[in-house]
């Protein structure tokens, strides 16, 4: 019998007639001979609502309360999952993140894994039950609750699989795999058949939210077989996989967005050694973490120095700027909050030249200005004006002909 984990996102569990399809999938699974251990995460708009009521009654939640309410919403859907599979004829029992024991550091809010405890769950499974897990979740050394940022439910997914050693790590969500950009945005974007984990990575830290970053380094460090599947239909989903295993290298796989950023400008601060320094240690010290980075050549010794941050870090940055402008002698400090950020990905980059002139000559095409650049090795990233990110997205996306197939660098 091999073994599988199946993760079921919050859309696929979002409703008792959800659930119950899940159950069905998950007994149907069962039926063939598989063993799995399912990981599931609150139902849809849960998280947001819970979120929302800790708002309601303080400014500034402490991380450490926020993360036992957060953690709720997956222990309803771990109890509501078993009993419904229990309905099936199946044996199954839920495990919050501290039954199984996923310890982690004590970074509420973003807790990284440190460990996963296995007896629990392969005596569950020799017992015959579906171990049905919270996503999300940990627990310290010490016993308190952590979760793992938003979207973290695929982390604890991918870690469990890692763990255990499995066949392959199903993400079930409500897309049926990885498309070209959002679905959302783009109509005619393309399911893709494979993507590589470097692709994969890129694209979900630049803000593809159908697989949380996290999850696909996990899955690349530790060699799990990742697919991305719909559990609303049936198919062959998205494979994430190792460069070597795919023949043809598309230039561009994929486009990703992101809206939660700002853009911080000091303008007129001397151009002289240790600027950036006295402008980003500060920001830095706070545990803000900067994004992109420009400084612009000087004239007359003063110079523009810009950076990005993420935007629920803008105020406290901004805030923090003043005495910074005020020590440095700096004019002025300007911001804006109304940007976004759009990036193509593909490891074709890597051989082919071009590619940002081809995104660029897109972008002017619909008269978008481009604010920013940051490029790498396999992407090229720009920030706009929020109001153009769809735009921006669509134009690129059919620049380079994504829903048309790859375009190949062998080709
Ligand atoms: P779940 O609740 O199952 O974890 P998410 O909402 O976190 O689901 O992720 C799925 C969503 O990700 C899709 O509905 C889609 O809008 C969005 N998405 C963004 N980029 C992509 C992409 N490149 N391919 C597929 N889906 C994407
Ligand atoms: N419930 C959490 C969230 O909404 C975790 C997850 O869904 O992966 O972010
Ligand atoms: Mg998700």
């Known amino acids: 019998m ?10 696929s569990v979002g409703s008792a007639e959800r659930i119950k399809a899940v159950a069905e999938r998950v007994a149907r699974f069962r039926r063939e001979g598989h063993e799995v251990v399912v990981v599931v995460s609150a139902m849809s708009g849960e998280t947001n609502r819970l979120t929302s009521l800790a708002q309601e009654l303080a400014d500034k939640p402490r991380p450490k309360e926020l993360d036992v309410l957060l953690a709720s919403g997956e222990q309803v859907t771990i109890a509501l ?12 029992r839920s495990f919050l993140g501290s039954q199984v024991r996923i310890v982690t550091d004590s970074q509420h809010s973003k807790a990284r894994i440190e460990h996963i405890e296995e007896s629990a769950l392969r005596s569950a499974l020799a017992a015959g039950q579906v171990p049905v897990v919270a996503g999300f979740q940990g627990v310290t050394e010490d016993g308190e609750v952590t979760t793992f940022g938003r979207g973290g439910s695929d982390t604890t997914a991918v870690a469990l699989a890692a763990t255990l050693g499995v066949e392959e790590c199903q993400i079930y969500t409500d897309v049926d795999g990885v498309y070209t950009t959002d679905p959302r945005i783009v109509q005619d974007a393309r399911r893709l058949e494979t993507v590589t984990f470097e692709e994969m990575l890129e694209l979900a830290s630049l803000g593809s939210k159908v697989l949380h970053p996290r999850s696909v380094e996990f899955a690349g460090k530790y060699n799990v077989a990742l697919r991305v ?15 070597e295993t795919v023949m043809e290298q598309p230039i561009v796989s994929g486009i990703a967005h992101t809206r939660d950023e700002a853009k911080l400008t000091v303008q007129g601060v001397p151009d002289i050694p240790g600027i950036a320094s006295k402008i980003l240690g500060p920001i830095g010290r706070a545990n803000i973490e900067v994004d992109m980075i420009v400084q612009n050549i000087g004239a007359d010794g003063l110079t ?7 935007r629920s870090d803008f105020a406290q940055a901004l805030a923090l700027l003043e005495p910074i ?4 002698g700096a004019r002025e400090v300007v911001s804006d909050d109304a940007i976004a950020k759009v990036s193509v990905v593909g490891v074709g ?11 660029f000559d897109a972008l002017a095409a619909e008269n978008i200005n481009i604010q920013i650049i940051s490029t790498s090795e396999i992407k090229i990233s720009v920030v706009v ?14 620049a380079f002909g994504l829903e048309n197939g790859p375009a190949s660098s062998l080709s």
């Open 2 to 11: 091999a073994l599988y984990v199946h993760k079921y996102g919050g859309t």
């Open 81 to 92: 999952l078993s009993m419904a599979i229990h309905e099936l004829g199946l044996d199954a």
């Open 229 to 243: 599947l719909s559990s609303f239909e049936d198919g062959p989903g998205t494979l994430i996989t190792t460069e």
């Open 304 to 310: 523009d120095f810009t950076f990005t941050v993420s």
């Open 325 to 328: 402008r005020e020590a440095t």
């Open 349 to 359: 980059m890597r051989s082919h030249a071009g590619v940002a002139t081809q995104m």
């Open 385 to 398: 004006a929020e109001r153009y990110l769809e735009l921006a997205v669509r134009a690129i996306h059919s």
